[in-house]
């Protein structure tokens, strides 16, 4: 009879817990509607106050993420909202916590037409390193975000070399990433150290390779510009400072002439089944321009060149063989000349020791003849190299990075197109591989098949 009554009374219990425990919420957020989000895109960060465990999921995860994904106990949620340049837009994140369900709910309006958006896109550095106390392996984020700030002067359309005029704001800032992938903040933001068991690295190589480890370097090609720093290996006839991939463009109607084709607006990074990066030569990202002198091996230049490669840019000079005349980047604002030829007069204005090296130059090493017209023109283009002032876009290129931003998939940033986004397919995408490569002596545009 006891055990009765104690069973009874347990039972009776039990039930005053439940239904103390039904009475308060599982959880609660300290805010659930936003209804006027930025087109720009903005960063929500919203309390979650629970003793329970939790999870938080986008259904819009193409536009709009939450970090982190799950917790235990009280926590702070961070929902990143993309800019929005194709229409007015809804979504929602979704918490769950010991089985009760609260939808935060997210509205934002479209940047208004005719009103241009301001890129931020987050580069991860990936510094390749055999030996850290190397310290042309081994590079510091004090360096990386020296030469940064130099090559957002260069975007921003500031002229350093010249002092001149036309230079272009493309209105597009590089940061470095301050999260991981899984939204972890990082110690050293934009900048990850790997230790790596070759060094120097053939760099040709390394862009086409479909190898496991090198794939798995890359970081959401969608989300960052993956930018990777190792020591090349020696080529003959040059020295190679950078190296990029060219974006991919998406056939139809809104097709960037001088890309490869796909027929996806949304790819994945294992759609491509190569490393699609910029590679810059650590061995010069010590090099610096003083005032009054020309230095080709200038690290900052060598990034933005490689970064306009990125976003769709060909070399200004003429790159096809032989001395026909034609205009092959795309951009009647950058006249064509003859490289080979321009070499071959150029010596004229260069003094050299007996050993050949470079001692000095003349004004006249800058002068370009456009094919075309025969008029002579001063380079000033970043995608113009040795020699050149290398420190201003044109219009047309202009253009042509902001259409690869606003179209190209792969490219961080909104997208035009983010509306009516297909989904990624599966598998790797047969296309060929396309990549530049830039250096003293040395200029190459590669295509290989897979
Ligand atoms: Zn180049």
Redesign the pocket.
């Known amino acids: 009879m006891k055990k009765k009554i104690v069973y009874i009374l347990a039972a009776v219990m039990g039930l005053m817990v439940a239904s103390c425990e039904s009475e308060k919420p599982a959880f609660t957020l300290s805010q659930d509607t936003f209804n006027d989000i930025s087109p720009e895109g903005e960063v929500l960060s919203i309390d979650i106050q629970t003793a329970g465990d939790w999870t938080a999921t986008s259904i819009n995860d193409d536009w709009c993420s939450v970090y982190p994904g799950s917790g235990t106990g009280n926590g702070t949620i961070r929902i990143e909202v993309e800019a929005n340049l194709s229409q007015d837009r809804t979504g929602s994140v979704v918490v769950y916590c010991n089985g009760e369900r609260t939808n935060i709910n997210i509205t934002q309006s479209a940047l208004p037409a005719g009103q241009e958006l301001t890129y931020r896109i987050p580069l991860i550095f990936h510094v390749l390193y055999q030996d850290a106390n190397d310290p042309y392996q081994y590079i510091t984020l004090q360096r990386i975000e020296q030469v940064l700030d130099k090559v957002n002067q260069y975007y921003d359309g500031i002229t350093i070399a010249s002092g001149g005029e036309d230079s272009q704001d493309i209105n597009l800032e590089f940061v470095l990433a301050e999260a991981d992938e899984s939204g972890n903040l990082l110690e050293t933001p934009g900048v990850e150290y790997i230790e790596w068991n070759e060094m120097p690295i053939n760099c040709e190589s390394f862009m086409q390779s479909s190898n496991e480890r090198i794939l798995n370097l890359m970081w959401d090609m969608n989300k960052y510009v993956n930018v990777m720093l190792y020591n090349f290996a020696d080529v003959s006839g040059g020295t190679i400072l950078?190296i990029?991939h060219l974006p991919l463009t998406v056939q139809g109607a809104n097709q960037l002439e001088g890309l490869q084709t796909v027929a996806y607006t949304s790819l994945e990074n294992e759609n491509l089944g190569y490393p699609q990066c910029v590679s810059i030569n650590s061995l010069y990202f010590d090099e610096d321009t003083p005032q009054g002198y020309y230095n080709p091996l200038d690290a900052n230049v060598t990034l933005a060149?490689?970064l306009g490669?990125y976003l769709g840019l060909h070399?200004a000079f003429n790159e096809n063989e032989g001395n026909t005349c034609v205009d092959t980047d795309y951009c009647e604002d950058t006249p064509p000349y003859n490289r080979d030829y321009y070499i071959l007069s150029r010596e004229s204005f260069i003094e050299r020791d007996e050993n050949g090296d470079i001692i000095g130059i003349l004004p006249g090493v800058f002068d370009r003849e456009d094919c075309n017209t025969g008029n002579i023109f001063t380079s000033y283009n970043l995608?113009d190299?040795e020699f050149s002032y290398a420190d201003r876009f044109t219009p047309d290129q202009r253009e042509r990075m902001r259409h690869v931003l606003e179209y190209s998939p792969l490219i961080p940033g909104a997208k035009r197109t983010a509306g009516t986004r297909s989904v990624a397919p599966q598998g790797v995408l047969d296309i060929p591989i396309i990549y530049?490569?830039?250096g003293v002596g040395y200029?190459q545009t590669c295509v290989k098949s897979k």
């Open positions: 950078g990029s060149h490689e490669h070399h995608m190299y530049k490569v830039c200029h």
